[in-house]
């Protein structure tokens, strides 16, 4: 797709149909690369609270052992294993 735009005191327009097929609403951050003489924009992909603090929390629990440690620790006597 190209698209000519003019700027104006710093800014582009970038226009419904360049944000439609970025994925890109009001409201969402934007991420722009300069390379050499040409740009990339990206859509930043964010993560909500509650995800990051699963991923803490996950991280957490790998660094205390990994799997075999685990059951390593785990009494199997009282379910017959």
């Given at each position: ?70 059951f390593e620790e785990y009494d199997y ?5």
């Amino acid at each position: 797709m190209l698209v000519k735009r003019r700027v104006h005191a710093g800014q582009v327009y970038l226009g419904k149909e360049v944000l439609e097929a970025l994925g890109i609403k009001d409201g969402d951050e934007v991420e722009i690369e300069v390379r050499g003489d040409s740009i990339v924009i990206r859509l930043v992909k964010t993560v909500d609270r509650d995800t990051l603090d699963l991923i803490k929390m996950l991280k957490e629990v790998k660094a205390l052992g990994d799997r075999e440690d685990y059951f390593e620790e785990y009494d199997y006597g009282d379910i017959g294993g």
